[in-house]
């Protein structure tokens, strides 16, 4: 599973597989996100915020999203770990972004709040595999599930909130 396809100087024969997307919320620890809350997503301009390293899909939407919004928020770090960004984030280091897929899961894991959703942001999820077609049971039930809980890739009137 992967967040991007894979670019084409990859010199294996693999295959992506668009499984769907999702828009992307903005969330922080309790006090974090009642402070930045109101005014959103203007509040965010020199607030501080956690980032996923740059190269990544996500790093390199939210710098575009940050940019036509005209926010510059504080970068407290950068990770290659979601999880530990997250830890950061439930300490009240900074607010961080996470697809809204998966934002029940993370709030309810970290302990965060939602800030809001970055409108017009949409991360996508692929499958990569050796196969043209997906055909391993256990890779289609995977992917089957995904598509599910996944938009197509058009923006939603939920994403707008």
Do not use: C, M, N
């Not at 670019?7 to 693999?14: C, E, G």
């Not at 999203?65 to 770990?81: K, L, Y």
């Not at 965060?112 to 999820?125: C, H, M, S």
């Amino acid at each position: 599973l992967s967040d991007a396809p894979l670019p084409p100087t990859v010199k294996a024969k693999v295959y992506t597989h668009l499984l769907g997307e999702s828009g992307v919320a903005v969330v922080g620890a309790p006090k974090l996100a009642e402070a930045l809350k109101p005014g959103f997503p203007k509040s965010l301009d020199g607030a501080p915020f956690l980032l996923p390293t740059e190269g990544t899909a996500l790093r390199r939407s939210l710098d575009q999203w940050f940019d036509a919004q005209g926010i510059r928020p504080v970068v407290r770090g950068e990770f290659e770990d979601s999880a530990l960004l997250k830890a950061f984030g439930r300490s009240g280091e900074g607010a961080f972004a996470v697809p809204a897929v998966a934002e029940r899961d993370v709030r309810r894991h970290y302990g965060v709040k939602r800030i809001g959703r970055a409108t017009g942001l949409r991360e996508q999820f692929y499958a990569v595999s050796v196969e043209r077609k997906l055909k391993h049971p256990a890779v289609v039930a995977i992917s089957q599930r995904a598509r599910l809980r996944l938009t197509a890739p058009t923006p939603r009137a939920d994403d707008r909130r």
